[in-house]
Nanobody, 120 residues
Framework: QVQLVESGGGLVQPGGSLRLSCAAA????????MGWYRQAPRKQRELVAV????????YAEAVKGRFTISGDNARNTVPDLQMNNLQPEDTAVYYC?????????????WGQGTQVTVSS
Protein backbone atom coordinates (compact mmCIF):
# COMPACT_ATOMS: atom_id res chain seq x y z
CA GLN A 1 0.00 0.00 0.00
CA VAL A 2 1.33 3.42 -0.96
CA GLN A 3 1.38 6.05 1.74
CA LEU A 4 2.25 9.71 1.28
CA VAL A 5 2.80 12.11 4.17
CA GLU A 6 3.35 15.83 3.63
CA SER A 7 5.28 18.11 5.95
CA GLY A 8 6.58 21.65 5.99
CA GLY A 9 3.38 23.66 6.03
CA GLY A 10 2.73 26.51 8.42
CA LEU A 11 2.08 30.19 8.83
CA VAL A 12 4.26 32.63 6.90
CA GLN A 13 4.12 36.34 6.16
CA PRO A 14 3.61 37.64 2.61
CA GLY A 15 6.88 37.48 0.72
CA GLY A 16 8.13 34.59 2.81
CA SER A 17 9.11 31.08 1.81
CA LEU A 18 8.24 27.52 2.74
CA ARG A 19 9.45 24.14 1.55
CA LEU A 20 7.02 21.23 1.48
CA SER A 21 8.17 17.63 1.53
CA CYS A 22 6.33 14.40 0.81
CA ALA A 23 7.54 11.19 2.40
CA ALA A 24 6.56 8.13 0.40
CA ALA A 25 6.29 4.53 1.57
CA UNK A 26 5.45 1.46 -0.46
CA UNK A 27 6.00 3.26 -3.75
CA UNK A 28 7.08 0.29 -5.84
CA UNK A 29 4.91 0.87 -8.89
CA UNK A 30 5.95 2.54 -12.12
CA UNK A 31 5.26 6.26 -11.83
CA UNK A 32 3.50 8.15 -14.60
CA UNK A 33 3.56 11.57 -12.95
CA MET A 34 3.68 13.13 -9.47
CA GLY A 35 3.60 16.49 -7.84
CA TRP A 36 1.47 18.86 -5.83
CA TYR A 37 -2.11 20.14 -5.75
CA ARG A 38 -3.73 22.65 -3.44
CA GLN A 39 -7.23 23.45 -2.28
CA ALA A 40 -8.23 26.81 -0.88
CA PRO A 41 -11.42 27.26 1.17
CA ARG A 42 -14.55 27.07 -0.97
CA LYS A 43 -12.49 26.33 -4.09
CA GLN A 44 -11.77 23.25 -6.15
CA ARG A 45 -8.51 21.40 -5.81
CA GLU A 46 -6.06 22.73 -8.39
CA LEU A 47 -2.78 21.54 -9.80
CA VAL A 48 0.28 23.44 -8.58
CA ALA A 49 3.16 21.55 -10.13
CA VAL A 50 3.65 18.21 -11.84
CA UNK A 51 6.73 16.32 -12.92
CA UNK A 52 6.36 13.59 -15.51
CA UNK A 53 8.20 10.32 -15.83
CA UNK A 54 10.07 11.71 -18.84
CA UNK A 55 11.47 14.51 -16.71
CA UNK A 56 9.36 17.45 -17.84
CA UNK A 57 7.81 19.70 -15.22
CA UNK A 58 4.81 21.98 -15.48
CA TYR A 59 3.53 24.69 -13.15
CA ALA A 60 0.25 26.50 -12.72
CA GLU A 61 0.40 30.02 -14.14
CA ALA A 62 -0.29 31.48 -10.70
CA VAL A 63 2.92 30.02 -9.25
CA LYS A 64 5.35 30.20 -12.17
CA GLY A 65 8.55 31.94 -11.18
CA ARG A 66 7.80 31.53 -7.47
CA PHE A 67 7.40 27.80 -6.88
CA THR A 68 9.86 25.09 -7.86
CA ILE A 69 9.78 21.32 -7.68
CA SER A 70 13.18 20.23 -6.49
CA GLY A 71 14.99 17.35 -4.93
CA ASP A 72 17.52 14.71 -5.73
CA ASN A 73 15.14 12.88 -8.09
CA ALA A 74 15.72 9.72 -6.13
CA ARG A 75 13.85 6.79 -7.51
CA ASN A 76 10.19 6.81 -6.52
CA THR A 77 10.41 9.92 -4.37
CA VAL A 78 7.97 12.79 -4.67
CA PRO A 79 10.02 15.96 -5.11
CA ASP A 80 9.84 18.80 -2.63
CA LEU A 81 7.91 21.96 -3.41
CA GLN A 82 9.92 25.11 -2.76
CA MET A 83 7.59 28.09 -2.44
CA ASN A 84 9.04 31.60 -2.55
CA ASN A 85 7.42 35.03 -2.41
CA LEU A 86 4.27 33.56 -0.93
CA GLN A 87 1.12 35.63 -1.13
CA PRO A 88 -2.21 35.47 0.74
CA GLU A 89 -3.82 33.85 -2.30
CA ASP A 90 -1.46 30.91 -1.87
CA THR A 91 -3.22 30.02 1.37
CA ALA A 92 -4.54 26.48 0.97
CA VAL A 93 -4.14 22.88 1.97
CA TYR A 94 -1.37 21.41 -0.15
CA TYR A 95 -1.46 17.77 -1.20
CA CYS A 96 1.23 15.65 -2.80
CA UNK A 97 0.16 12.90 -5.17
CA UNK A 98 1.49 10.19 -7.45
CA UNK A 99 -0.12 8.58 -10.48
CA UNK A 100 1.17 5.03 -10.85
CA UNK A 101 0.62 2.21 -13.31
CA UNK A 102 -1.10 -0.64 -11.51
CA UNK A 103 -2.97 -3.60 -12.92
CA UNK A 104 -2.91 -2.08 -16.39
CA UNK A 105 -4.31 1.29 -15.42
CA UNK A 106 -3.45 4.56 -13.73
CA UNK A 107 -4.12 4.88 -10.02
CA UNK A 108 -3.76 8.02 -7.92
CA UNK A 109 -2.47 8.15 -4.37
CA TRP A 110 -2.83 11.26 -2.21
CA GLY A 111 -1.24 12.53 0.94
CA GLN A 112 -3.40 13.83 3.79
CA GLY A 113 -2.48 17.45 3.10
CA THR A 114 -0.57 20.16 4.91
CA GLN A 115 -1.93 23.64 5.66
CA VAL A 116 -0.13 26.69 4.28
CA THR A 117 -1.35 30.05 5.57
CA VAL A 118 0.06 33.30 4.25
CA SER A 119 -0.92 36.23 6.41
CA SER A 120 0.55 39.29 8.07
Amino acid sequence: QVQLVESGGGLVQPGGSLRLSCAAAGLTYSINDMGWYRQAPRKQRELVAVTHAGGTTNYAEAVKGRFTISGDNARNTVPDLQMNNLQPEDTAVYYCYVNVWRAGGLYTYWGQGTQVTVSS
